[in-house]
């Protein structure tokens, strides 16, 4: 076998889970995932197509009709792109997941020996494909700062040279809940343009954002962009429509690249099932009877665990503007895979492991506040207290 | 983007598809999918678990219980496997269709400048994968003799040295409908133990299989081979249970492999839907009740199309002991893939050009008689020889 796939890290999320295999009275908040069924209209979509008997291959690229759903949602959400023109239906691929997704556009840009940079803490995977694909992989880390994870645009900037094949960014950022600005944004692909840089956005995320906003959803790189930009745009159905365990994704690409897609679509899934696709038309068809209430929701979980957590003595932790995560710093030096195994053990919570995400996010922890009963979320932070109280710092 | 995508070919097959976009008089025999829809009962278990509200996120590995029933199916079919111990669920990934398990196998097994060794003629995807990951291919050819494509074993044996990391090997095989014997299978796995070479073994078309056998399949690498060997078999939902659409596939591989496996899942698609497993495993549970009258009636196809063609003057063909394709030559020169276009457009035939699946097929054919209407098989043939009487060689 390959080193670099044996090498690859095994997932410290899952560890800390396996941790709490048997034990019935954990409460779990470490999976990027939240606790409510997809809505009884998708399932039904999905339902309807299998009673239809739409049970064959389908187009590599996706149905016609929702990748033309999914131009127009896009359009909608960031009139800007390509100087008003919007997003075309021939710049979009229906892809096996948002991670899916991202795997598709580093095979397509990431030769062996490339350069990839890559801002951390991140979710683990953005920077495994890089590696599986045989980049070379160079982090630039976001700085805590009063609980906050921020970014050093000039380091970042400084980190991407004419050999950086591709800057892999994700924000809203999974674990650090850190956004990026459109001012931001205009900077690093005025760079990039100038190395040649690609730029892989995972903006998956971009739904879930409290702060005020036009098109309710976080600054995109759609905002600054044109179609011909070296950029790819990666989305999912997972959180804003309640979908995770539906495996369906998009991803926005410039027109030169949809061939390319296409071939790489077939070599890796052929395509995505149809009735899982009627499933994705339904949702964004009505989109406004699910995300909306989702993302009030969230909002209602961050607002009610936030300040709780900000209230336990010495924890380090800042609101969050985007994402589904509080990721904070404990009063309690050592290792946080071994603090979380602990959590699961002692008090019964099960949280995500910072150095999952960075070696530099070491000491911190991520909570994934996506609960439908928010009563939970009020339990966990007592659990954690408790916790607390019987190892002070 | 990277040169090696951009030189991936296109399918030819979806070139002589397109070919027919807006003509419904068109009799399509060129993708490799039966037209008949998914039982109801296999399509009720995933409606059922929809309705359950089983839409979360799975394990990497898929849900244990359909592990353990391949595990199960595959020691039915294979009891002589590992020296009679069968396979053990722990060997079992659940992936989102063949060509996705063929693809992990692939990142698993293939460096940068790896040599990769493939017979053909072969699925293009399989030798496309390789290319993706960076892999150098060799390829050795299966010979035409009599209108049936025969493998040259010391030819194959002498191409695969101590320098070739893996063997890609499709049998029975698309498009020639070519098998492997069991001998043949004990001198390859041989001689790779000798090399150290890994073989990747597409045995997808192993329950369609026309010649007599103890358990109604054909010869596998499984029937020979220990759990310890350097071997992956890809499997596939597809057609023995007429699923194409639901993308479920599986591999068996090495114990110690299948840490790497569950990353690999995980940075690709993550998991394949819940409900999707739930089919597979009301599938398998019945499979009594599919996988034989599938394969009696693709026999009854087979039994049909093949003399009528081999009737037409000039033409080469075998009888094919395995798949649900019959290759053969046209006593017509030319490019494959401008006939296959010309029947499109002169004749209302849809088939796929040779040369989709090696150089060296070009001026053959292949025609998936996966046909649940046997008089549709007819009428092609009946278009064919019109068309050859207008076009003598």
Same mark, same amino acid.
């Given at each position: 076998? !390959? +080193? ?9 999320? !899952? ?51 929702? !990748? ?22 021939? @710049?979009?691929?229906?892809? +096996? ?142 959180? +804003? ?5 539906? @495996? ?11 061939? +390319? ?133």
């Amino acid at each position: 076998m !390959r +080193s670099a796939i044996l090498n690859l890290e095994e997932s410290k999320i !899952r560890e800390v889970a396996n941790a709490g295999i048997g034990r019935s009275d954990v409460l779990a908040f470490w999976f990027g995932e939240s606790d409510e069924v997809t809505p009884d209209f998708i399932r039904q979509a999905a339902i309807d197509s299998l009673n239809h008997g739409e049970t064959f291959y389908a187009h590599n690229m996706g149905l016609p009709y929702l !990748r033309e759903g999914l131009a127009r949602a896009m359009t909608l959400k960031h009139p800007q792109h390509d100087a008003g023109g919007g997003v075309h239906a021939d @710049r979009v691929a229906v892809t +096996s997941g948002g991670v899916n997704a991202l795997m598709l556009a580093v095979q397509a840009l990431v030769d062996p020996g490339d350069e990839v940079v890559a801002v951390t803490p991140v979710w683990p995977n953005l920077t495994a494909q890089a590696l599986i694909m045989g980049g070379t992989l160079r982090t630039v880390s976001l700085k805590p700062k009063d609980g906050a994870w921020t970014l050093d645009l000039d380091a970042l900037l400084a980190a991407i040279t004419p050999t950086t094949k591709l800057l892999i960014i994700n924000a809203p950022n999974n674990p650090t809940g850190w956004t990026l600005e459109p001012d931001e944004q205009r900077a690093i692909l005025a760079h990039c343009r100038k190395t040649g840089t690609w730029i892989l956005a995972d903006e998956v995320y971009e739904n879930l954002y409290y702060a005020p906003s036009e098109h309710a959803c976080a600054p995109s790189f759609l905002d600054q962009s044109t179609a011909e930009d070296r950029l790819v745009v990666v989305h999912s159905f997972s959180k +804003s429509y309640l979908m995770t365990g539906w @495996r369906l994704g998009w991803l926005i690409m410039p027109p030169a690249m949809t061939g +390319s897609m296409g071939k790489l679509i077939e070599f890796n899934t052929s395509c995505a099932p149809v009735f899982v696709q009627r499933a994705g038309i339904a949702a964004l068809e009505r989109a406004d009877e699910v995300t909306p209430r989702v993302v009030a929701h969230l909002k209602a979980c961050r607002d009610a665990l936030v300040p709780e957590l900000q209230a336990l003595h010495g924890l380090e932790l800042a609101m969050p503007k985007g994402g589904m995560y509080a990721f904070f710093k404990l009063p309690v030096a050592g290792d946080s895979l071994a603090i979380a195994k602990r959590l699961v053990q002692e008090a019964g919570l099960g949280l995500a492991p910072g150095n999952a995400f960075a070696p530099e996010a070491n000491g911190w922890l991520r909570w994934c506040f996506a609960s439908k009963d928010i009563a939970r979320l009020h339990l966990g932070v007592e659990r954690l207290k408790g916790w607390l109280e019987k190892n002070p710092a």
